[in-house]
């Protein structure tokens, strides 16, 4: 059974580069799409981006330009790395699976890494 | 972008009575492949997400059968046959048919 942990620090200065990691366990990340996705406290869900250990990464426009995102299949995880960080970048970081014949659905969730930025 | 717009933001709902919620988008989920990818996911209370319904109406792995999903085009609805206690959270449907993924603000399904 694939299994999605998040890690990294909880707390990122501000103008400074939020960096977090996802392990991913029982399964290959050399197949599907990596995905994060954020929780802002008390708000909804807004997408990242992806990576495919092919190259192929999609971002969303609104963040694209602070994002970097990476794929280590030797350590069977993938990275996120946030730039310029401030009070609005505070939310609950969230590391899925993207699976294609499921209709591009996010499948398996990790449990979610709190990140605050002060403002 | 695509713009989801969940209703109601909030439903009460009597144990073991249906519950429905909807989801309408701002274009066509209806992909140039004949796919529409549109899936909805709950969050229970301090839990992350976890997938309920894929491409309109597929359930997921585990899912009970009291959750189904229709809708075409623009129009979806998730739908609780029997509304149980461990169904309380917050459910969002998501699209993946153009860039970037968007969601639904959430609906937020409590017992009365």
């Known amino acids: 059974q694939v299994h999605l942990q998040e890690s990294g620090p909880g707390l990122v200065k501000p103008s400074e580069t939020l960096s977090l990691t996802c392990t991913v366990s029982g399964g290959s990340i050399s197949r599907d799409y990596w995905s994060w996705i954020r929780q802002p406290p008390g708000k909804g869900l807004e997408w990242i981006g992806y990576?495919?250990?092919?190259?192929?990464?999609k971002y969303n426009p609104s963040l694209k330009s602070r994002i970097t995102t990476s794929l280590d299949t030797s350590k069977n995880q993938f990275s996120l790395k946030l730039s310029s960080v401030t009070a609005a970048d505070t939310a609950v970081y969230y590391c899925?699976?993207?699976?294609?014949?499921?209709?591009?659905?996010?499948?398996?969730w990790g449990q979610g890494t709190m990140v605050t930025v002060p403002s | 972008d695509i713009v989801m717009t969940q209703t109601p933001l909030s439903s009460p709902v009597t144990l073991g009575q249906p519950a429905s919620i909807s989801c309408r988008s701002s274009q066509s989920l209806l992909h140039s492949d004949g796919t529409t990818y549109l899936s909805w996911l709950q969050q229970r209370p301090g839990q992350p997400p976890r997938l309920l319904i894929y491409k309109i109406s597929n359930r997921f792995s585990g899912v009970p059968d009291r959750f189904s999903g229709s809708g075409a085009g623009t129009d979806f609805t998730l739908k609780i046959s029997r509304v149980e206690a461990e169904d309380v959270g917050v459910y969002y449907c998501?699209?993946?048919?153009?860039?970037?993924?968007?969601f639904g603000q959430g609906t937020k399904l409590e017992i009365k």
């Open positions: 998501t699209q993946a048919t153009q860039f970037p993924y968007t």
């Open positions: 899925a699976r993207i699976v294609g014949v499921l209709g591009s659905a996010f499948d398996i």
């Open positions: 990576v495919h250990h092919t190259g192929t990464t």
